[in-house]
């Protein structure tokens, strides 16, 4: 027996529109169920085993969806904003209409986020306990001192007093020239609000450029460009999944 849920439930879920507009349509006759009209909202469906349809077209059902988005510089990191485009208006086709971004990038962030409706993973993904690997491909200008990787593993001191974990950070240009923007990679393991950029405040740079390539054991692929996205593969979900067993800790860089 698989599950069962209400039919105004399943459509609404399924972005047939808001659950009055959902209730009006099947009164009206427009929804099928295994090709016979249903008229009462409430009527119980199993979307693994019935065939909805709205209008003649047969609506799809998806209980859990995973995307990852290249995020582009511009839109936030919301499923709702009256001013901006958020990441979530970006995955055109998505069934569901409870997608949300696995944490924040700033506005001005690009890279990687995981777009989901999977509560429990976001829930594993965020947890402080659990220390998940983030890492970041920043320019930063401005003279950082000479012994800035060894005070991010120590564990920096921000400006206001926020003491935060060991943190790796890898040079992978480092010009000569006064001026020009340092290219480093940087891996956190926590997630404080503008933590990257708060990072190199502390140690007299500017972040002019921010993306973040990989958040456990997800990075982000090559092939996406800012704004385009795909739904993640079956290799990436099982590695999601694995991350319930694995251990929290510094292991190193
Ligand atoms: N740190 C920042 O400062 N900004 C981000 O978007 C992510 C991490």
């Known amino acids: 027996m698989g599950k069962s849920m209400r039919l105004d ?9 808001s659950r009055s507009e959902v209730k009006e349509r099947i009164r009206r006759g427009s929804v099928c169920v ?22 003649g077209e047969t609506v799809g059902w998806a209980e859990t969806e995973y ?7 511009g839109v936030v990191s919301a499923t709702e904003d009256s001013l901006h485009t958020t990441v979530v ?34 829930h594993r993904l965020l947890s402080p306990n659990r220390k998940v690997d983030k890492v970041y491909l920043a320019h930063v200008t401005g003279r950082l001192p000479a012994d ?20 790796s950070l890898t040079f ?22 503008h933590q990257v950029k708060r990072m190199f405040e ?16 997800l990075s982000l692929d090559k092939a996406l460009k800012p704004g385009q996205y795909r739904a993640l593969t079956e290799d990436e979900l099982s590695r999601l999944a694995g991350m319930q067993s694995q251990k929290a800790g510094w292991g190193g860089v």
Do not use: H, W
């Open 9 to 17: 439930k399943f459509l609404t879920e399924m972005k047939c529109g």
């Open 34 to 55: 295994d090709g016979q009209p249903v008229l009462d909202p409430g009527f119980r469906v199993d979307p693994e085993e019935m065939r909805v349809a709205l209008n």
């Open 67 to 73: 995307y990852m988005l290249n995020k582009p510089q």
């Open 89 to 122: 208006d970006l995955i055109a086709d998505s069934r569901r209409k409870d997608l949300f971004p696995v944490g924040r990038l700033d506005i001005d962030t690009e890279g990687l986020l995981l777009i989901t409706n999977d509560g429990a993973l976001a």
């Open 148 to 167: 800035v990787v060894e005070r991010f593993a120590e564990g920096l001191t921000l400006k206001d007093g926020t003491a935060l974990r060991p943190a």
């Open 172 to 193: 992978l240009k480092n010009p000569e020239e006064a001026g020009a923007a340092a290219e480093v990679l940087l891996t956190i393991r926590e997630g404080k609000f």
């Open 202 to 217: 502390a140690v007299g740079g500017t972040v002019v450029y921010l993306k973040r390539v990989s958040m456990g054991p």
